[in-house]
């Protein structure tokens, strides 16, 4: 499996942006979705996760309220809404796959994640 992230930019603090990961092969519906960052000089970190089917989510407390995960299977892409940016949310945003085996309990965990994106550059001024 392959995947694009696309949909970043440079917006103002308050903006949206929506996140796009584009996957290809056949096996996307078979994965957990998740979204990580990565902020000049830190490390990366959990953003969202999504189970394979859709519904059990899981956020940061950090973009709780304000991002929404979401993917559709049939065409095999996933979505990360974001609202109400701060410019603490400027980092580059990559979209990984987790197998759907993945406990909820491992899917904050970058190690549980096979495939990942080239990631997209988030910048929120103030």
């Known amino acids: 499996v392959q995947l694009q992230a696309s949909g970043g930019g440079l917006v103002q603090a308050g903006d949206s942006l929506r996140l796009t990961c584009a996957a290809s092969?056949?096996?996307?519906?078979?994965?957990?979705l998740g979204w990580f960052r990565q902020a000049p000089g830190k490390e990366r970190e959990f953003v969202a996760a999504?189970?394979?089917?859709?519904?059990?989510?899981r956020y940061a407390d950090s973009v709780k309220g304000r991002f929404t995960i979401s993917r559709d299977n049939a065409k095999g892409t996933g979505y990360l809404q974001m609202n109400g940016l701060k410019p603490e949310d400027t980092a580059v945003y990559y979209c990984?796959?987790?197998?759907?085996?993945?406990?909820?309990?491992?899917?904050?965990?970058?190690?549980?994640?096979?495939?990942w994106g080239q990631g997209t550059l988030v910048t929120v001024s103030s």
């Open positions: 990984a796959l987790t197998p759907q085996s993945t406990i909820l309990s491992s899917i904050y965990s970058a190690r549980e994640y096979n495939y």
């Open positions: 999504l189970r394979p089917r859709g519904g059990t989510t």
């Open positions: 092969g056949h096996s996307f519906s078979t994965y957990g």
